[in-house]
Antibody
Framework: EVQLVESGGGLVQPGGSLRLSCAASGFTFSSYDMHWVRQATGKGLEWVSA???????YYPGSVKGRFTISRENAKNSLYLQMNSLRAGDTAVYYC???????????????WGQGTLVTVSS | DIQLTQSPSFLSASVGDRVTITCRAS??????LAWYQQKPGKAPKLLIY???TLQSGVPSRFSGSGSGTEFTLTISSLQPEDFATYYCQQLNSYPRELTFGGGTKVEIK
């Protein structure tokens, strides 16, 4: 059974840093692109970052330069290092597995339960 | 940037109703569209990918159609467990961007 379990969320002051982790099991972690998606309370979904199987990384403009995604295949783990945090980064953060269709990313087929990050003084 | 506009944003329906949700893209995205269901306090669940392919384990009352800029998610006969918020997602411009629609909340009439 595929499982993704996030951890590391909490309360942090503006300008602070936090590192999220996602422990994967039930599949060959190294063979999949992985993603982080966030959702502010009562709001929609926002893609935050991606990492490919070769370690290539991608970010939207809203977090580029502040967030760093990484993976450790030997530990079946995904990470998100978040620096220079702002109130607008407050959200539940989900890790998700990328699903390929004919070699192209087609969806996120498994999601973790999420971890809450609150940026406040 | 590609924008996704879902309509309606809110829908009130009864058990047994046929429900259709529309997702319009600001530019063509071929068939790189997915649909998700999210219940309160839970992670999104994949329903449809590649615009019309049903994810394994998802009931056949869910179906997707469309290509280019206009897509629909249809629930043929609404069940009590289907009351949730539904999101579309475009993946055509990945890895430059990945965007979600604003969501459609389906509530009990």
């Amino acid at each position: 059974e595929v499982q993704l379990v996030e951890s590391g969320g909490g309360l942090v002051q503006p300008g602070g840093s936090l590192r999220l982790s996602c422990a994967a099991s039930g599949f060959t972690f190294s063979s999949y692109d992985m993603h982080w998606v966030r959702q502010a309370t009562g709001k929609g979904l926002e893609w935050v970052s991606a990492i490919g199987t070769a370690g290539d990384t991608y970010y939207p403009g809203s977090v580029k330069g502040r967030f760093t995604i990484s993976r450790e295949n030997a530990k079946n783990s995904l990470y998100l290092q978040m620096n220079s945090l702002r109130a607008g980064d407050t959200a539940v953060y989900y890790c998700a597995r990328g699903r390929l269709w004919f070699g192209e990313l087609s969806a996120f087929d498994y999601w973790g339960q999420g971890t809450l990050v609150t940026v406040s003084s | 940037d590609i924008q996704l506009t879902q309509s309606p944003s809110f829908l009130s329906a009864s058990v047994g109703d046929r429900v259709t949700i529309t997702c319009r893209a600001s530019q063509g995205i071929s068939s790189y569209l997915a649909w998700y269901q999210q219940k309160p306090g839970k992670a999104p669940k994949l329903l449809i990918y590649a615009a019309s392919t049903l994810q394994s384990g998802v009931p056949s009352r869910f179906s997707g159609s469309g290509s280019g800029t206009e897509f629909t998610l249809t629930i043929s006969s609404l069940q009590p467990e289907d009351f949730a918020t539904y999101y579309c997602q475009q993946l055509n411009s990945y890895p430059r961007e990945l965007t979600f629609g604003g969501g459609t909340k389906v509530e009990i009439k």
